[in-house]
């Protein structure tokens, strides 16, 4: 049942309706048979969605269903080969002498008569079969033959009439509501303690998740607490990856950490602003000890972990408040269906629904689903409705979206790109009704199943050697095969060549090396994804594959070559070639006018050849929604490459990467192999000038090229890289930018090494990211980068939420300076710069910026960092060499300071709450008022000041030698300072000794005392 029958008997209905008015139906002589289908089809569509509900209380009615079932896959395969080879027929009568390399068949020839003769009568024994499964069909009540006919059984029922309209269409019940309104009050009042626990008790699938994350999506819980942080618990989760899991949901770094305490101590940093903890499904408390423990420190700000369990002793041994979710009463239950039923839906749409979930349900449980991927699974099945003007995929894409709407999916917290079923009892139902067609083998599982057709195989933990998981018969009838964490498996030769059928075949992160010459053979196949494996050659053969749609080749670093017979594929809408080593792409790519996605297109040849593609290729791609371009200087003309692409969403645009000191050295050193000593002098003067001159050139013909190109407004992502010209194109300058981008929401301008003055990027609307990036060339950042001038006031990025300055070797002047009458970042939230050594100070204009966080590293000419009045959050400082003074942030709460060893002045750091020093071995002495003071032996004067004029600090983090922790030591040097604080932890940068001290809770913890 992994197919709802209803809908695929419609599916098949339209395509059997579509192939009989097409020429191939024509040519081959079939066209009574396949009308004679169709009435067939129409009779049992009839009745057949009355009876699919039926099949799991008769098993009578199971066993037509099963038939019929099989009936519609085999016209499935079967309309496709009709498709293929009547194509074929009617090309061999066009043919000129010179044969088209468009022309491939999966089939050993045969002859078109005796092929129309095959084919004829394969639809005949179809349509014998579904007669012969009409007439057993069990008998039904009068009118219920009729699909057409409406069932008002809605009408019957007061409730319904009492909610349909008055009630908007919501994924949760009255009652739950009810309960979200008594917890969120009780959740946001100020207790006793801490940290409050409150548990959602209830039986399994009673609505404790759907509960706890209606409380987690609640606005007052967001507008209260900063940090919200959701697990999903599980039986093998340790307690290292359930720590990792909360400090990276805080949104720290835990890096490479492996070690218990060292987590520990991450996670109270984390825990630094208010916090509220959802730990799902929790069934054993023990995991959460160190959690209740640490989070009650001083240090930590207040907050809330809810958890959800089925046992009340598990909230009880927490001390948890405890709700407890019991069964919906009737009416609850009838106003909360009544909210979800829409009689008015299209049923085709909600079968496909019905579908695409229970396509969810291949995957195996550890594994978490790709959105990616799963959205092109569905189309390659067949199971995605086109809606009107509308893509496949974006059709598929709202499929997505209501799972998740639904509570049948939910996004992983950690990833927005992929997502997991949302509940174990989901899967199971899923998995149950599609037992009967779904085989899923877990390492060398040695399998016996009954399954006579089994239609689709998922593969976890497989070793090398792939001995026949399911016998050969059973691989004739499989349509998909997936492997998850399987990188051992090296051939699948024999899978492939007994599995005719498959459409789907999945072989990422697999070793697999070569393809056999027989996937040209699987002429139904329509998604093939290689990506992250050994492969080093495609066949030749895959132009065979005339129904492909969806080819991924991501990360295969060992392929070097595509085949020409890639052109042949002109049902390709998906292509996928980043990271792989090719050094071309064969022309004709601009032939496979469905693409809609194509990412990695190398333009033109490492050889200067004549075959790779160029820009002028893609002129006839109009349906393109994501574009991917590189080595772009390439190129000989860009003046139509990008004309005609109404709907282009994501523009990654990229030239080559510039040659590293070691590459040009290793090229220099091969030139000068076989010249003489004598003319050395005389080759190296002429090198800097041809190398001047050549310098010259390449910028010039790279502007040239990127100012002929014309993005279309619809833009709305936008990568520039590589980039060697001096001025940036004129597309992307001028005043009327913002009327040139009206939707772009992100853009990232890379490695544009050569540029010496920024674009007026404020005029840009709809700009929430922004990212420069290895900019070396640009000295000063002005006010023109804003986009406002006295002549136009206005608002300067008015959306941008997030700003990076990366890498900028030379900027030594950055000026945010406004009139009063403009306004300036109103919504930026995030700033950081990394790797600026030249500049010298922070803008002015910043002051008047509501900052969240603000992370400055590598900034090594930067002297003070002060007047930042609303700053709030957090202020990172790593590896400024330069940097003495920080002061007058008063609404800062949290200051972290890496390895800035000549800081001497902190203060006007009211608020601040959390204080985090990071000492690397590299840092042994510290310079204060002219005077060096060695760690080893004390701390800064300025830090003792600050300690003492900051009231609210509650925890101070130290990372540093063993021999200043020693110093911290009740009775050191320094426990003067450390025991002011309420809270504090120190660790040697090895990470083998620590400190933890609680001043209220009197906890003094240390294994530093000995000398070992």
């Not at 409050?196 to 007052?220: P, S």
């Not at 976890?460 to 399987?486: A, G, H, T, W, Y």
């Not at 072989?507 to 393809?515: C, G, N, Y």
């Amino acid at each position: 049942m992994a197919m709802v029958l209803d809908s695929f008997i419609k599916r098949c209905r339209a395509s059997l309706q579509d192939f009989a008015g097409q020429d191939a139906c024509a040519a081959l002589g079939v066209g009574d048979d396949v009308r004679a289908l169709l009435a067939t089809l129409s009779r049992i569509d009839a009745i057949v969605s009355h009876d699919e509900r039926r099949r799991i209380l008769t098993a009578k009615v199971d066993a037509w269903v099963a038939q019929v079932k099989d009936a519609m896959y085999d016209i499935d395969d079967a309309i496709d080969v009709c498709v293929v080879e009547g194509g074929k027929i009617l090309d061999d009568d066009d043919r000129p002498p010179t044969p088209k390399v468009r022309c491939f068949s999966c089939f050993k020839p045969a002859g078109p008569r005796k092929f129309r003769h095959e084919i004829g009568f394969t639809i005949r024994d179809i349509d014998l079969r579904l007669r012969e499964v009409e007439e057993e069909m069990p008998r039904l009540p009068a009118g219920s033959r009729h699909s057409d006919a409406k069932r008002d059984w809605f009408s019957h029922n007061s409730v319904y009439n009492n909610f349909y309209y008055t009630v908007k269409p919501q994924a949760v019940g009255s009652q739950v509501q009810k309960a979200v309104g008594g917890l969120v009050p009780r959740m946001l009042r100020e207790g006793k303690k801490k940290v409050d626990v409150f548990a959602i008790v209830g039986a399994v699938g009673i609505g404790k998740t759907t509960l706890a994350r209606e409380i987690y999506n609640d606005d007052r819980i967001t507008e209260n607490f900063p940090i919200c942080v959701w697990v999903k618990m599980s039986k093998d989760l340790s307690e290292v990856a359930f720590l990792k899991k909360i400090i990276t949901g805080a949104g720290a770094n835990v890096g490479d950490t492996e070690n218990r305490e060292d987590l520990l101590g991450l996670l109270s940093s984390a825990l630094s602003k208010r916090f509220l903890i959802v730990l799902d499904d929790l069934d054993n408390a023990g995991i959460c000890d160190n959690l209740l423990k640490d989070s009650s420190g001083d240090g930590v700000a207040r907050g809330r972990i809810l958890i959800t369990t089925r046992t009340e002793e598990v909230a009880t041994s927490m001390k948890a408040t405890i709700h407890r979710v019991d069964k919906m009463d009737t009416k609850n239950a009838w106003e909360l269906l009544c909210k979800q039923v829409d009689p008015e839906r299209d049923s085709e749409e909600l079968a496909a629904l019905k579908d695409c979930f229970l396509h969810c349900s291949l995957y195996p449980e550890e594994c978490p689903i790709q959105r990616f991927d799963l959205v092109r699974h569905w189309i390659a099945e067949g199971i995605v409705n086109a809606g009107d003007n509308k893509l496949l995929e974006e059709s598929a894409e709202e499929y997505y979206i209501e799972l998740i709407s639904r509570n049948l999916l939910q996004p992983d917290p950690d990833n927005v790109e992929q997502c997991w079923i949302t509940h174990d009892l989901l899967r199971s139902l899923a998995r149950f009704l599609i037992e009967d067609e779904n085989i899923l083998i877990y390492g060398q599982q040695k399998l016996s199943t009954s399954l006579s057709k089994p239609r689709h195989l998922t593969l976890c933990n497989m070793e090398n050697s792939l001995e026949d998981p399911i016998s050969l018969k059973q691989q004739m009838s499989i349509r998909s095969v997936m492997f998850f964490k399987s990188p051992n498996v090296r051939a699948i030769d024999i899978l492939v060549e007994s599995a005719p059928c498959l459409r789907v075949l999945d072989l990422s992160k697999t070793s697999i090396e070569a393809l056999p010459k027989s996937i040209g053979n699987l002429v139904h196949l329509r998604y093939l994804n290689l990506d992250g494996t050994e492969v080093r050659d495609i066949p030749s053969s895959i132009g065979f594959l005339m129904n492909l749609q969806t080819l991924s080749l991501q990360g295969c670093q060992r392929l070097q070559r595509l085949p020409w017979s890639i052109k042949a594929l002109l049902e390709l809408r998906c292509l996928r070639l980043e990271g792989a080593s090719l050094s071309y792409v064969p022309k004709g790519v601009g032939e496979l006018k469905h693409l809609n996605y194509l990412s990695g297109l190398i333009i033109g040849h490492d050889n200067n050849g004549p075959e790779g593609c160029d820009l002028d290729d893609l002129k006839a791609l109009s349906e393109l929604r994501h574009l991917h371009i590189e080595s772009l200087d390439r190129a000989t003309s860009g003046a139509i490459a990008l004309a005609n692409k109404p709907f282009l969403k994501d523009l990654y645009l990229s030239e080559q990467a510039p040659v590293t000191e070691e590459q040009q050295q290793k090229e220099e050193q091969e030139s000068q192999e076989n010249k003489d000593e004598k003319g050395k002098e005389e080759d190296e003067g002429q090198k800097v000038s041809n190398g001047q001159c050549s310098g010259e050139k390449l910028a010039e013909a790279s502007e040239k090229i990127w100012n002929e190109l014309t993005p279309p407004k619809s833009l709305e992502k936008l990568v520039i890289k590589n980039y060697k010209g001096v001025r940036f194109p004129s597309w992307i300058k001028g005043p009327k930018l913002g009327t040139s981008f009206p939707s772009l929401a992100l853009l990232d301008l890379e490695n544009c090494m050569s540029c010496t003055k920024l674009p007026s990027l404020g005029l840009l609307n709809q700009l929430q990211f922004l990212q420069i990036s290895n900019a070396d060339s640009i000295v000063t950042i002005s006010s023109e980068f804003l986009g406002t001038t006295v002549d136009s006031p206005g608002t300067s990025f008015p959306k941008l939420q997030v700003l990076k300055l990366r890498n900028m070797k030379k900027l030594e002047e950055w000026s945010l300076t406004v009139e009063e009458t403009q306004i300036l970042l109103p919504r930026l939230k995030s700033l950081h710069i990394q790797s600026c050594p030249k500049l010298k100070a922070l803008p002015e204009g910043l002051k008047h910026v509501a900052l969240s966080e603000l992370h400055v590293e590598g900034a090594y000419s930067l002297t003070e960092i002060r007047n930042l009045p609303k700053l709030s959050d957090e202020l990172h400082l790593k590896d400024n060499k330069a940097l003495q003074r920080i002061s007058n942030l008063p609404m800062l709460r949290s200051l972290i300071i890496d390895d800035c060893s000549k800081l001497k002045h902190v203060a006007g750091l009211d608020a601040l709450q959390h204080l985090r020093l990071v000492f690397p071995p590299s840092t042994e002495t510290f310079y204060f008022e002219e005077l060096i003071i060695f760690w080893s032996i004390a701390f800064p004067r300025w830090l003792e000041q600050l300690i003492q004029k900051c009231k609210g600090l509650r925890r101070f983090e130290l990372q540093c030698s063993l021999s200043l922790l020693r110093s911290c030591l009740d009775g050191g040097k320094n426990w003067h300072i450390v025991q002011q604080i309420p809270e504090v932890r120190i660790i040697s940068c090895d990470g083998n000794r620590y400190i933890r001290y609680n001043k209220n809770r009197r906890i003094y913890e240390t294994n530093a005392q000995s000398e070992e």
